[in-house]
């Protein structure tokens, strides 16, 4: 999917987002019908282009893995609970909720993002990625293949996140080194202690020996 | 039935049946289960370290948008314990409006005094955690002493040691939180849970009596589950709460614990402090051990450290007197994580024989293994497979391979010595964990006449890879690949089953799973015989084969399986009763000491570096060798004992839940203050199994966690030349040992 970022149809900047939902604030105290000009500062234009959003849910669609989905969420709501409660998208976890823990990652427009520390309405017009597009019928990518060959995952509610932020790595350097991939990682964190295997499968990712 | 003693796929690697669904995020947790008419709930949670309800005022909650129902669990004039102990639940229609509704509610509190911290609580007599005229602060847990202790125990001391010791109460952090998903059909009268637990038949029978209804109508689903670790036996308060909701509501409800709620309530290990004192002679035997110790167990009760196993795996020690107090605080009630009390005993005693070694100069090494308790005589004669049989032999060899693998020899130094600011280290310890397995886990196998096969049993899989056991045992005894071999596990209605605690799953199901797929072997033969006019007698299995030896013929699976006609063959297998057991020596040797057993030894060894200006311990290595019986799956069993390395290394460095005195409430109840080891904090860890099919399956859970902080803790004693006393082994901590060598901070 090609979208520009500069383009107010590509979704709403955070900037946009933070002056409309002022509006949206206003309007909660009683001044239902203001408008956004009455938001704008003096000596520049009214913004009059930035949609007004909340409280209540508003239509958003969302690019993930390149199919176009709708629903309606609060604007407070974020991109992973939109893709989890709204959406059925389940892969990514919600685990710490407030970007520590990486079990939430999907990539945006390639880049690993923790979902639960962004707004789903911030996430329009870009493609997201998560763990489920990682195979394609019965054939996995070469980050899960790795991961199950050599148990890189236990109980595995940390694993998709891990999975998306090793994808992210090597996609944007396919020659990444084991230390570059790990370096990626620091992000995720794993409760059952799959640290040993994700090593053995990252060596094997990086065509790297490991141990005599 | 004994294991086979060919062994095709038992003890080899095999990869997780389940694995591609978990990495590509398409396996569905109970946190993933999305309802159609779904609500969500939240819990109103007490702020309070200890107060009194005053009032309730939910008129404005109960009309805010989206709200469904509210569910009740205090009322005022009730005594709260804890700060994160229930209120209510509330559901909606989403997430974000049950969040409003619950902010929505006013409720006026009298705050009481509380205590949150062990050694205030120990000193503060006849005050104020609450509970009622039997809940006493401070209750003793144990109090044992050896015959004559104070006229023997120090008499032929060569060396004696005297400090204090302790780890500090840490938290479950189950990745996927406690919580469930409720729904009753139209009629309001059958309840399906969709719940995150360790204990999937409990789970619905517990919700059955809650309910006053009959236990068939209740049914539990746990396909896949995201940590437990001892904290997920049932539905606890919040599954009861959910599925009132739900019924209230007539809409299925999921109510799922945030992060803070998990941390504040989900579970905890207790803390355990205490004052060893431990003496050798001048053989370097130690002679006494003396240990008055103490421990949290929030505002529960029961004892933090394994009593009876102090001094730890060293048991022959001939002078012992201990003590120990269960310190009640106002904080949520400790619940088993993995090896109850093990990690903290394995702590009190095995810091102190270090320290011990040194004051006599002995390599560490060699005080081990000069004080390994030896084989026992009786049990060699009447159960020679077992831990009691063989736990010297074991550990000998354990610490002789352990000691290679590290290169103790070349790099072991004695305590403090280096030069520079970064100092280097080695420190070792050893543990032992039960892990024996029981019944009843009646396991179903039905093979179709299109050569499918189905093994199925309501046990759960917790990460363990559970399926893939299953699995691999069917696929041996009818000469398939694991792959082939279709495994349901997780559901209540396939009939009881042993909750996974304390390593049992894998030694509880595995003969049961292996007497089923036997009798479904002889079912599936006594079917088709008949068909190919020869005796069942005549048939065996081969790899992919049904063999007619009689006319020296092998047939392909399915084709064999095509004999079958219209019928599937269908058999079950499970374990003797108890009173059979108890009747019956051989069926009992049989089952608990040669298809399963209980007792393993482990030995790990860490190295460490430590930065003696920042104080920042870095673990670079640990070396692990576990006993576990028969290895079902090599690489399970791998990633299982790795796995619980890294959590002695979190455990030894890291992990604290810190409570505030003042507000008494839990301050790093989320993951980024409460630490947790990153990729790059981890050391190499280096596991070997040792494989010992004779003494049957043992569960492997546990015991590769025990050890390791101790083995750390030593490992830092052994840079720095100075004992820091009580885990974590924070930078700070390790300072303040280096500033004060006599005592460091807590």
């Known amino acids: 999917m090609s979208s520009s970022k500069d383009s107010p149809k590509s979704g709403l900047s955070r900037r946009d987002f933070l002056r409309a939902g002022g509006a949206a604030a206003t309007s909660v105290t009683g001044l239902a019908g203001a408008t956004l000009e009455t938001q704008a500062q003096p000596g520049q234009p009214p913004a009059s282009h930035i949609p007004v959003l909340g409280p209540g849910p508003a239509k958003i669609s969302l690019n993930v893995n390149g199919r176009e989905m709708s629903t309606a969420v609060e604007p407070r709501v974020t991109l992973l609970d939109a893709l989890r409660n709204y959406l059925d998208v389940t892969g990514c976890k919600r685990v710490c909720d407030r970007g520590t823990c990486g079990a939430c990652t999907v990539m945006l427009e390639g880049k690993p993002v923790y979902s639960c520390s962004m707004l789903a309405v911030e996430a329009q017009g870009k493609a997201i990625r998560t763990a489920e597009s990682l195979v394609d019928g019965g054939k996995l990518d070469p980050v899960p293949e790795k991961f199950v060959q050599f148990d890189a995952q236990q109980c595995g509610f940390c694993t998709p996140g891990f999975v998306v932020a090793m994808r992210a790595v090597l996609d944007r350097n396919p020659k990444a080194t084991p230390e570059d991939v790990e370096q990626g990682l620091q992000g995720n964190i794993c409760r059952c202690g799959t640290y040993e295997q994700m090593r053995d499968a990252i060596y094997s990712l990086c065509n790297r020996p490991r141990r005599s | ?746």
């Open chain 2, 1 to 746: 039935m004994p294991w086979p003693q060919q062994r095709r796929l038992l003890g080899t690697k095999v990869q997780r049946l389940d694995g591609a669904d978990k990495s590509t995020g398409r396996a569905k947790y109970s946190y993933d289960i999305n309802r159609p008419r779904q609500c969500h709930a939240r819990i109103l949670r007490c702020p309070h370290a200890h107060a009194r309800i005053k009032s309730i005022d939910t008129t404005v909650a109960e009309r805010t948008p989206g709200f469904k129902s509210i569910h009740m669990v205090a009322k005022p004039g009730d005594e709260l314990y804890f700060a994160g102990a229930e209120l209510l639940g509330i559901a909606a229609d989403t997430e974000e409006h049950a969040e409003d509704a619950l902010r929505a509610i006013r409720v006026e509190y009298e705050p009481l005094p509380h205590h949150v911290k062990e050694a205030e609580a120990l000193r503060s007599k006849g005050s104020t955690v609450g509970g009622g005229a039997e809940a006493a602060n401070v209750t003793p847990a144990g109090d044992y002493s050896t015959d004559n202790f104070e006229q023997n125990a120090y008499r032929d001391a060569a060396a004696v040691h005297e400090a204090e010791y302790g780890v500090a109460i840490i938290s479950h952090q189950c990745l996927e939180t406690h919580g469930l998903v409720a729904q009753w059909d139209e009629k309001q009268e059958n309840l399906t849970v969709w719940a995150s637990t360790q204990a999937v038949p409990n789970t619905a029978q517990q919700l059955a009596q809650y309910f006053k209804i009959p236990a068939t109508r209740v049914k539990c689903i746990t396909h896949y589950m995201g940590g437990g670790f001892g904290s997920k036996f049932g539905p606890d308060i919040q599954g009861q709460i959910a599925a009132e909701l739900a019924k209230k509501a007539a809409q299925p409800v999921k109510l799922m614990l945030d992060r803070a709620e998990e941390v504040t309530v989900g579970g905890m290990r207790p803390s355990a402090y205490g004052k060893v004192k431990i003496a050798a002679n001048k053989e370097g035997l130690i002679q006494a051990f003396e240990v008055d110790c103490y421990g949290s167990p929030g505002v529960g009760r029961g004892a933090t450290v394994n009593f009876n196993l102090l001094p730890y795996v060293y048991v022959n020690v001939p002078h012992i007197k201990r003590k120990h107090q269960a310190v009640r605080l106002n904080l949520q009630t400790a619940r088993a994580m993995r090896a109850p009390g093990h990690p903290q005993n394995c702590l009190l005693t095995e810091q102190a024989i270090d320290d011990l070694a040194a004051k006599l100069n002995v390599n560490p090494i060699q005080m081990r293994l000069r004080n390994l308790p030896p084989n026992d005589q009786d049990a060699i004669k009447n159960a020679p497979t077992t831990y009691l049989a063989l736990r010297h032999t074991i550990y000998t060899q354990q610490i002789d391979l352990v000691r290679k693998m590290s290169d103790w020899d070349r790099k072991w130094h004695p305590p403090g010595q280096g030069n520079g600011p970064i100092k280097t280290g080695l420190g070792i310890a050893l543990h032992t964990w039960g892990g024996s397995g029981r019944g009843p886990n009646p396991t179903k196998i039905t093979i179709g006449a299109d050569g499918s096969v189905l093994c199925q049993s309501s046990t759960q899989d917790l990460g363990t890879a559970q399926r893939t056991v299953a699995a691999i045992i069917v696929a041996e005894i009818l000469g398939l690949d694991p792959k082939d071999i279709m495994v349901e596990v997780g559901e209540s209605q396939h009939g009881p089953s042993t909750p996974s605690g304390g390593s049992t799953t894998c030694p509880g199901t595995s003969p049961a799973i292996l007497k089923a797929a036997e009798n479904a072997r002889d079912a599936f033969f006594a079917a088709i015989a008949p068909r190919m006019n020869v005796e069942v007698a005549d048939l065996e299995i081969a790899p992919g084969h049904v063999v007619n030896k009689k006319a020296n013929q092998r047939i392909p699976w399915r084709q064999a399986c095509a004999r079958l006609g219209m019928n599937p063959v269908q058999a079950t297998g499970d374990w003797p009763t108890n009173a059979q057991l108890q009747q019956n020596k051989e069926l009992r040797d049989l089952w608990t000491t040669r298809l399963s057993n209980q007792g393993v030894g482990g030995v790990q060894i860490a190295e460490v570096r430590v930065d003696t200006e920042t104080g920042v311990v870095r673990c670079t290595n640990v070396w692990a060798v576990q006993d576990v019986g028969l290895v079902v799956n090599k690489l399970g069993c791998e990633s299982q004992a790795a796995g619980g390395v890294v959590m002695g290394v979190n455990y030894a460095l890291y992990e604290e839940c810190i409570y505030d005195k003042n507000s008494g409430r839990l301050v790093n109840p989320d993951m980024e203050f409460y630490k947790l080891a990153g990729i790059r904090d981890m050391p190499q860890i280096h596991v070997h199994m040792m494989d010992m099919p004779e003494r049957g399956v043992i569960g492997i859970g546990e015991p590769p966690t025990i050890s390791t902080a101790a083995a750390v803790g030593n490992a830092i004693f052994n840079a720095i030349g100075v004992r820091v006393p009580f885990a974590p082994f924070t930078p700070e901590r390790v300072l303040a040992a280096l500033a004060r060598p006599q005592g460091g901070a807590r």
